[in-house]
């Protein structure tokens, strides 16, 4: 199918698209990495599912549409049925194939700014297959005249079923509010925890985790153990997961707070100078 890339290595195997940088499937040995699920990006538009999308040149959602910084306003418009912008604009944009090998493809976005975002970026984006996992490099690069504050993630959707258990270790979870935003930062305890193995509610997830370690695992019962690894840069872990939706579970690794924009002190955010670039690495691999 055309705007679609194949990618094999030994018994790795990836398929991924031009249309949003998204991979739409991913195994080793028929064993899934990623879950292919429906979501509101340009991919599943076109294609009807897709298993991780990149996140830039920010995740999740910005309060009322629009930051102010280093003393101008920055408008932003919704780019997608939620009333607040999402994730960007990468995930909703066609990408470039700039090379590609049986084991690797390399993609490139470039963006400018216009009447519905202040950001104008280039980004690179490679999806590298291993020999137990897939291996995914993002960076972006500011290409606008003004210094703005940029980040970047990844949204993978990863098996799992109702007897799965995650374990991941993070300094403390930020409640939801209204309109899908962070709240206040909370100690961790009860059903959040997930200091130590422990099985995934079936409730209303999307809570974004702090000073995350960088290592989550997922075991299901007779089936390999999954493991996300991310690069220090990803300090924060966004776990999102709709009720009612038992086989898949996402652990977005993000370089930022979402809304970030409107938080205090330290939310990861990034000053782009023009030119600037940043960059980080996440892997999913199973353990036999």
């Given at each position: ?96 194939v700039a090379s590609v090998s049986s084991g ?116 299901t019962p007779r089936k390999p153990v999954l ?62």
């Amino acid at each position: 199918m055309p705007g679609l890339v194949t990618l094999r290595n030994g018994g790795c195997r990836a398929t991924v698209s031009q249309e949003g940088g998204a991979v739409l499937e991913a195994e080793v040995d028929g064993i899934p990495l990623l879950m292919p699920s429906k979501s509101p990006g340009l991919a599943t538009r076109v294609h009807g599912r897709e298993a991780c999308f990149p996140l830039l040149p920010f995740g999740g959602r910005i309060e009322r549409n629009g930051f102010r910084y280093r003393g101008e306003n920055h408008v932003l418009t919704p780019n997608t049925a939620d009333p607040l912008v999402l994730h960007g604009d990468g995930w909703l944009r066609e990408w470039t194939v700039a090379s590609v090998s049986s084991g690797h493809a390399d993609l490139a976005l470039d963006v400018e700014a216009n009447d519905r975002s202040p950001y104008a970026y280039s980004a690179e984006q490679r999806i590298e297959l291993l020999p137990d996992g897939l291996k995914l490099t993002l960076s972006v690069a500011n290409r606008g005249p003004v210094t703005l504050p940029f980040g970047i993630g990844f949204h993978p959707y990863l098996p799992v079923s109702p007897e799965t258990e995650v374990q991941f270790e993070a300094g403390g979870v930020w409640s939801e509010r209204d309109m899908h935003l962070p709240g206040a930062i909370l100690s961790l305890g009860g059903e959040l925890d997930f200091s130590g193995f422990r099985p995934v509610p079936d409730c209303w997830i999307n809570n974004c985790y702090e000073d995350w370690q960088g290592r989550a695992m997922i075991r299901t019962p007779r089936k390999p153990v999954l493991t996300l690894t991310a690069d220090p840069l990803f300090r924060w872990l966004m776990v999102y997961k709709p009720q009612g939706q038992p086989n898949f579970l996402c652990l977005e690794p993000m370089s930022h707070l979402p809304n970030g924009h409107y938080a205090p002190g330290d939310a990861g955010l990034r000053a782009l100078d023009t030119g600037m670039k940043l960059c980080g690495s996440v892997t999913v691999r199973i353990q036999r």
